[in-house]
């Protein structure tokens, strides 16, 4: 059955390694593929999101082995891709279906892209309109609104580009479309989004600069093939920071967390709300900051109030900051968030729904939300609106409630983190 009971936690408490970088993954496969040469990827997340990036580069004619815990990628460079034989289907992730968009712009043939009901529902025009400025011959259904997108490859041209809202997934499609123009690209954006795709590509021999918020990328430039050892998800161990914070007692060690500054606002804002949390064994991995994190019960968390500004480096926290901010005594405040309102669901609708029904007293804006703690949840049955963060979140939730909490939809889970429930079965047992 696609469903768990979740009862009160009474223990929290252990280590564990999370799961290997979600953003990290994709990369890692996609930058490998159009690289010269066998690169070797190292704890690549096998799970569903990062696989159908995985299999999408088979379609097109990339030899993807697998040694051990390793991938070896064989790229055949820059020019070296194939027109896939059928439609390329990315499931649920939006970092493929926006990635390969930006890289199959540049490459000469035809290609469709599509995915499932819920990745249809999200929007495209973010990237198809500057991959049309680039010269880019790209559509989509719904006036270019949504998926399934058809691409017929074209010679790009340079531009210099502002993005209207800070996303590192449209700012990664057009590094990597800038890859094949014949020139300098140039991308500004309006707040530092995650920056794996700036940090990784130079490794693979890319002519890429950072100055602030804008990023220069030359075209024409060939890559050569790299070791990548990817860190584990940040995004994932966030859902057991919370449990250690709001449970009673409990103490964790999350080993070999990727760090990376524009993930880690999460952290910032715990911090504020008086969470005891430290960073431990710090190293950098293939220009990627890495560490322990160490935490504790937190006994008395202070609201917070967070702006437009922070979102981007907490993007795929904010449902379980919504948790956290059930157990803080006062009003936690998250506005500028309404790009959450088109990710795998409307997150901010859905977190308000289910609070409410776990008894939270909570108001909902267009681009936010209000909770007003200290609340006592009591346990129901919730719906994940098959949002693999919203259904882990919710868990985290009921392991605080009183009576039993039933989830519907968990199969979501498996997107970003099958190994989620082992993991929480390990710590409160």
Known sequence: MDRIEITKANKFKGEF???????????????????????????????????????????????????????????????????????????????????????????????????????????????????????????????????????????????????????????????????????????????????????MLPEFGANLSVEGLKIKVRGGIELHSTEVSIPGDFSSSAFFIAGALLIEGSEILIKDVGINPTRTGFLRVLKEMGADIKIQNTKTVAGEPIGDIHCTFCEKLKPVSINREMIPSMIDEFPILCVIATQASGTTTIRGAEELRVKESDRIKSMVLELRKMGVDIEEYEDGLSIHGKCRLKGTTLESYRDHRVAMSLCIAGLIADGTTTINGISSVNISFPQFFDILRKLTS
């Open 17 to 199: 390694y999370p799961p290997p970088d979600k953003s990290i993954s994709h990369r890692a496969i996609i930058f490998s593929s159009i690289s010269k040469g066998k690169s070797i990827i190292k704890n690549f997340l096998r799970a569903d999101d990062p696989l159908r990036t995985l299999n999408a580069f088979r379609l097109l004619g990339i030899e993807i082995q697998e040694e051990g815990e390793n991938l070896i990628v064989n790229g055949k460079g820059l020019h070296g891709l194939c027109e896939p034989f059928n439609i390329i289907d990315c499931g649920n992730s939006g970092t493929t279906i926006r990635l390969l968009s930006g890289l199959l712009a540049g490459n000469p043939f035809f290609s469709v892209l599509t995915g499932d009901e819920s990745l249809r529902t999200r929007p495209m025009a973010r990237i198809i309109k500057p991959l049309r400025e680039m010269g880019a011959e790209i559509h989509a259904r719904a006036e270019d609104r949504y998926p399934p997108i058809a691409i017929c490859g074209k010679r790009l041209r340079p531009i210099d580009y502002t993005l209207p809202i800070s996303s590192a997934q449209v700012k990664s499609a057009l590094i990597l479309a800038g890859l094949y123009a014949d020139g300098e690209t140039t991308i500004t954006e309006p707040a530092k989004s995650r920056d794996h795709t700036e940090r």
